[in-house]
């Protein structure tokens, strides 16, 4: 890509080729749709559009990006598409129920703005682009603070950032603080690259999930468990996390093989999820260890939920293991307060793992009376 800021037209025709070409090479074949030239009042269906907001939610949160760290895919768009429409701001706004969150930006000061007051909200609504050419002639968004304060917002293009099941969950726009006409060059542009990221979005889902099991990943395990983290900092909420392991493990695998072993896998994930809240994250952190993150659940709550997992699968007559059970360990812990990430809790719940292993597995052990116990032993 040329560095050359000053020849739009060059970088115009670059951009158009990335995004059009190069760029769908990453982007599900589900997501590559006709691309016609379309004037800004017209309209263009990627999918089916649901208007269902409660469903729209639903697929919003299943995309596990709210309130996510900086990832380049994100950052590289909206610098490009800042560059090549020449706009002083750029953004990838998700809607959210109160809010629109920015997963990336380029000239505003703010990570998220709310709902009511944001231009996103009406780029939803339909599967056109969402053109505002002058804010402060438009009865709409005349008296808006975002127009009559910073960031003094005065034009808007936005194009809805939808996926394939049809429900637009945030947009990609472009802000000016002149008065502007957006061309049909300007829009389809934005479009494209509207495409990529929704593109984005779609495969960084398909990265967070574990194939065997239907769980998070790893990675996007502790990328949710981190953002719970300073959501439970930022409301004075309790915080706390399971870590389980199957017991006896390479037993199962040498005697049933590791076809089978899969097959067990498989099945304690399923019934230690049947046992979870919606709110609950559960993620594989690998061979046969899983994880989950409990918002707003004290530890005497984290407890007795580790223990109605752990007998329900041992309670769990596996057909794969020709009717005989398996068991579960589990280590539990809360987040402390002055904690800032996930860490620490997670080691000390991983200890507390390790000691119920070595007392005999099939059972739970609680971290903080791992904690206190070597308290007490320092202290005689």
């Known amino acids: 890509m040329s560095n050359d800021t000053g020849n ?17 090479a990453r982007v599900p074949p589900s997501w590559i749709q006709a691309k016609p030239s379309v004037a800004a009042g017209g309209t263009e269906r990627l999918a089916a559009f649901k208007p269902d907001e409660h469903g729209r939610l639903c697929t919003l949160q299943r995309l596990d990006v709210l309130d996510t760290a900086a990832e380049e895919p994100f950052e590289g768009i909206v610098a490009l598409v800042k560059q090549v429409l020449n706009v002083p701001i750029c953004a990838i706004s998700l809607v959210d129920k109160d809010r629109q969150w920015f997963k990336a930006q380029r000239g505003l000061e703010v990570e998220e703005t709310a709902r009511d007051i944001s231009f996103c909200r009406h780029t939803i609504t339909s599967m056109a682009p969402y053109i505002v050419s002058d804010a402060t002639k438009d009865s709409r968004f005349a008296d808006n603070p975002l127009v009559t304060g910073g960031p003094k917002i005065r034009s808007y293009a936005g194009i809805p950032l939808t996926t394939p099941d049809g429900y637009n969950v945030g947009s990609l726009c472009v802000i000016d603080t002149n008065p502007r006409i957006f061309s049909d060059d300007d829009i389809s542009i934005l479009r494209n690259f509207a495409r990529v990221v929704s593109g984005e979005l779609e495969l960084r889902q398909i990265a967070s999930i574990d194939l065997l099991t239907g769980a998070l990943s790893r990675r996007a395990w502790f990328d949710i468990a981190e953002a719970e983290v300073m959501r439970s900092a930022r409301h004075s ?10 017991d006896n493990f390479k037993a199962i695998n040498d005697t049933f093989g590791h076809t089978k072993g899969d097959m067990v896998i498989r099945q304690v994930a399923q019934v230690a999820q049947s046992q979870l809240r919606r709110s609950d994250s559960f993620g594989r952190f690998g061979g046969e260890e899983f994880v989950c993150v409990l918002p707003e659940t004290e530890l005497a709550d984290a407890l007795a939920l580790a223990e109605r997992i752990r007998l329900a699968i041992s309670q769990n007559l596996l057909d794969c293991l020709e009717g005989q059970r398996c068991t579960v360990s589990i280590g539990v812990s809360s987040v402390g307060p002055g904690e800032a990430d996930i860490v620490p809790a997670f080691e000390r719940a991983d200890g507390a793992l390790y000691l119920a292993k070595q007392s005999g597995r099939d059972r739970i052990q609680s971290a903080e009376v791992c904690v206190l116990q070597t308290a007490a032993r320092r202290v005689a």
Do not use: F
Not at 237 to 246: E, F, T
């Open 8 to 24: 739009i037209a060059d970088l115009a025709a670059e951009a158009r080729a990335c995004a059009s070409v190069q760029w769908h």
């Open 237 to 246: 909420r309790a915080l706390s996390l399971l870590v389980i392991d199957i």
